[in-house]
Each structure stands twice: as structure tokens, then as C-alpha cells.
Nanobody, 123 residues
Framework: QVQLSESGGGLVQAGGSLRLSCAVS????????VGWFRQAPGKEREFVAV????????KYADSVKGRFTISRDNAKNTVYLQMDSLKSEDTAVYYC????????????????WGQGTQVTVSS
């Protein structure tokens, strides 16, 4: 059984930064590609970024490209999402999940979702 758990959310002013963490327990961490998604009130869950399991290749949503950076530390079984130049429209609950297939951007292709962490950006 694999479990993912997000942390690091909070309240920040527009233009500020936050770093989210996704801790993965259970089976071999390096076997999975890990993605971040977010969901704002009244909206569908949307893809943010994904990192490949071994090469560290990454893919970002156009809305966060150049502002967010996804990374992973296989020794710590953790994936990070560094969020800079935050905007009010980044306000959402952020989730991490895993997928066996790289470069997937649809939520239904991911599993073992964490409980989410709230990010609120004030303007």
C-alpha cells in the first residue's frame, strides 16, 4: 500500500513563495512518476506538474510554467513543488498522486491521492 501526504501550504501574499512537500511511504518510491494537481472551489481538479521516476524529466501546466518547479529526492521519498511569484489565481487545494505512466495530465490516470494542502494567495 502506497500513501502520499502533502504539507507546506499556507497563506501568502501575491508575489510570494511557498514550497510544498509530498511524502511517499510504502512501496519503492523511485518506481513512480509523481504529479501535483490543484482544485479551486467550484472547479475541476487540474494538472500542475509531473516529474518522472528516474530521469527527473518534468512537465508543467502553461499557467505555472516559469513560476513553479517540481523536484524529487529519492533518498527522502519526497517530491517538492516550489511555487514562486504566486498569484491569487493559484489559490486552491494542492494534491499529489502517483502514476505508472509518464507525462499524464489527467487526474483519472493517477492514484493514491494525498489529503491535500490549502494554498491561499492574497492580492
Amino acid at each position: 500500500q502506497v500513501q502520499l501526504s502533502e504539507s507546506g501550504g499556507g497563506l501568502v501574499q501575491a508575489g510570494g513563495s511557498l514550497r510544498l512537500s509530498c511524502a511517499v511511504s510504502g512501496r519503492i518510491f523511485s518506481a513512480y512518476h509523481v504529479g501535483w494537481f490543484r482544485q479551486a472551489p467550484g472547479k475541476e481538479r487540474e494538472f500542475v506538474a509531473v516529474i518522472s521516476r528516474n530521469t527527473g524529466n518534468t512537465k508543467y501546466a502553461d499557467s505555472v510554467k516559469g513560476r513553479f518547479t517540481i523536484s524529487r529526492d529519492n533518498a527522502k521519498n519526497t517530491v517538492y513543488l516550489q511555487m514562486d511569484s504566486l498569484k491569487s489565481e493559484d489559490t486552491a487545494v494542492y494534491y499529489c498522486a502517483k502514476t505508472p505512466y509518464y507525462v499524464r495530465t489527467r487526474a483519472n490516470e493517477y492514484s493514491d491521492w494525498g489529503q491535500g494542502t490549502q494554498v491561499t494567495v492574497s492580492s
